[in-house]
C-alpha cells in the first residue's frame, strides 16, 4: 500500500538545544531548525528579503530524514503568532484555614460534609461528575483542630480506593503555638501510604517535652507545611501512629525539620484542609493529557462561616512538554504515519520532543493557491517548537546569534499581521516581534 501525506494540513517541528550550522540542509545538527532557498542554500540575514520563496528544515540527526516544510513565501502567509512559554497550575482550594488567613467554624454535636465534584478523573472519561464526600460529625466539645482532622480522614478514606486520585489533601494548622522536638527524637521515618512513623527515641525528652498522644506533628516548620495527629505511641518499638497516612513522600526527617503543636494548644489553632492537583496519568498516543479539576462545595448549614479559599485555578499553561509531544505524536499521521493509534503495525515513532524541556512557539499560518478546473485554496499551519532555556552557545533561534531563524524570519515575512509579538496583536511584523530569550 503506497503511504501518503497531507500537505494542507499542520505540519509541527519540534527543535532541540543546538547550536547552529551555517551550511547545508545535510548539515543541520539533530534538532536545529533551519531557513533554505529551494534550492537548498542556507538563508542569511543578509540574503533573506520579504517576498523570497523559502523553505523551513528541521534536522533529526544521522538515522531520520530531515524534516521539511513547503515552499512557500510571504504572500502565502496570513497570519504569524509568537507564543512564550507559560508555565501552567494546579487547582488549589483550601477549606478554613489556608496558611495565612481563614478558619473553620466550630459547632458541636454537628456534622460537616463538603462534596467533592471531581470533572477530571479516569472515571469521568467517558463525561459526567464523581461525587465525593468529607464528612465528620463533632462532639460537645468541637475545636477546629477536631473538625479538620476528623474531615481529614473521611476524605483521604473516601479517596483511597481510587484508580488515580487526581487531588492532594493536607491538613494546615496556624504557627505561634509550635514547639520544638526533643533533640533525641531524630531521624523521623514516614512512608507514604502508613500510618505508622518511627524515629531514633521517640519517647526523648531533651530540651522540651516528650511527644504525647493528641500532640500534632509539623511536617515542616512554616504555617503551610502539613500536620498529622499522634493517636498511640510505642516506646518499646520507637514507632507512633498517626490519625490518618501519611500523604507525602517517602522521607526521614531530622528532629529540627519538624514542629509540635501539643494538644492544650492545638485546641484554640486556626486549622484548614488544603486541596490540591496532582499530576494525571499520561502515556502519548494512549492516555490524553488531563489536568485535574473538580468543584468544592460545603454545606452551608454545619460549616457556616467557614472560609472557603479557591486559590489557583488549573491551567495547561502554553509549551509544555506534555502539549508538545501530543501534538507533534498527531501530527506525524500528516507526514505519512497512517497509523496514529497504537497498533503491532505501526512504524517506529521517533520524537523530537524532550521531556526535559518546555518550549516557545512561532505558528505559520498559510493559504497557498492551486488554479485548475476548478480553483482551490490550500490552508496550512506550519507550528515550530523551540526550547525555551536555550541553554547552548550559537543557538539557532537565539536572538544573540549571528542569522538565527527568527531575525530570518522576521526578514522574510516583513509586514504580515503577527500576534504575540512586540507589535500589536494584528499589526505588521516587524525587527524583534520574533525574538525567542
Request: zero cysteines; proline letters at 2%; a negative charge.
Amino acid at each position: 500500500m503506497t503511504n501518503f501525506s497531507q500537505n494542507n494540513v499542520q505540519l509541527v517541528m519540534v527543535g532541540k538545544d543546538v547550536a547552529k550550522t551555517t551550511t547545508t540542509i545535510a548539515a543541520l545538527n539533530d534538532g536545529e531548525i533551519g531557513l533554505f532557498t529551494p534550492g537548498g542554500t542556507m538563508y542569511t540575514e543578509s540574503t533573506a528579503d520579504a517576498g523570497d520563496q523559502f523553505q523551513i528544515v528541521l534536522g533529526r540527526g544521522s538515522s531520520l530524514q530531515p524534516l521539511k516544510s513547503p515552499v512557500f513565501s510571504k504572500a502565502d502567509v496570513t497570519r504569524v503568532t509568537r507564543k512564550a512559554y507559560a508555565a501552567g497550575s494546579v487547582q488549589l482550594d483550601y477549606i478554613g484555614f489556608n496558611g495565612s488567613t481563614g478558619s473553620i467554624a466550630v459547632s458541636n454535636n454537628t456534622v460537616y460534609r463538603a462534596t467533592i465534584n471531581v470533572i477530571e478523573s479516569p472515571e469521568t472519561t467517558n463525561g459526567g461528575v464523581l461525587v465525593k464526600d468529607m464528612v465528620y460529625s463533632s462532639d460537645a466539645g468541637a475545636t477546629q483542630a477536631e473538625i479538620a482532622d476528623g474531615l481529614f480522614k473521611s476524605v483521604v478514606g473516601n479517596f483511597s480506593r481510587q484508580v488515580e486520585k487526581g487531588i492532594g489533601f493536607e491538613m494546615l494548622m496556624a504557627n505561634g503555638s509550635d514547639t520544638a522536638v526533643p533533640t533525641s527524637a531524630d531521624n523521623f521515618v514516614f512512608t507514604n501510604g502508613s500510618k505508622t512513623i518511627s524515629a531514633t527515641d521517640i519517647d526523648d525528652a531533651t530540651g522540651t517535652a516528650a511527644l504525647a498522644v493528641g500532640d500534632y506533628l509539623r511536617i515542616g516548620t512554616g504555617a503551610t507545611d502539613e500536620v498529622y495527629r499522634i493517636v498511640s505511641i510505642n516506646a518499646t518499638a520507637n514507632t507512633a501512629e498517626l490519625s490518618v497516612p501519611f500523604q507525602g513522600t517517602t522521607q526521614t526527617l531530622a528532629d529540627t525539620a519538624l514542629k509540635v503543636i501539643v494538644a492544650a494548644s492545638a485546641a484554640s489553632v486556626a486549622t484548614g484542609i488544603k486541596l490540591t492537583g496532582l499530576t494525571m496519568d499520561w502515556s502519548n498516543g494512549k492516555i490524553t493529557n488531563k489536568l485535574s479539576r473538580w468543584a468544592l462545595n460545603l454545606d452551608s448549614s454545619s460549616f457556616g462561616a467557614t472560609t472557603l479559599t479557591n486559590s489557583t485555578t488549573p491551567s495547561f499553561g502554553t509549551g509544555s512538554y506534555r502539549q508538545v509531544a501530543e501534538l507533534e505524536y498527531f501530527a506525524n499521521g500528516n507526514t505519512g504515519e497512517i497509523f496514529r493509534s497504537e497498533a503491532k503495525n505501526n512504524f517506529a515513532f521517533t520524537p523530537m520532543s524532550s521531556s526535559a524541556e518546555t518550549y516557545d512557539a512561532i505558528e505559520i499560518e498559510l493559504v497557498k493557491g492551486r488554479s485548475g478546473i476548478i480553483a482551490t485554496s490550500q490552508p496550512q499551519v506550519i507550528t515550530l517548537f523551540v526550547d525555551s532555556g536555550k541553554d547552548t552557545s550559537g543557538h539557532y533561534a537565539l536572538a544573540a546569534t549571528t542569522d538565527d531563524i527568527t531575525d530570518m524570519l522576521e526578514d522574510l515575512l516583513d509586514g504580515v499581521p503577527i500576534y504575540g509579538g512586540t507589535t500589536a496583536n494584528g499589526g505588521a511584523l516587524t525587527t524583534n516581534d520574533l525574538a525567542l530569550t
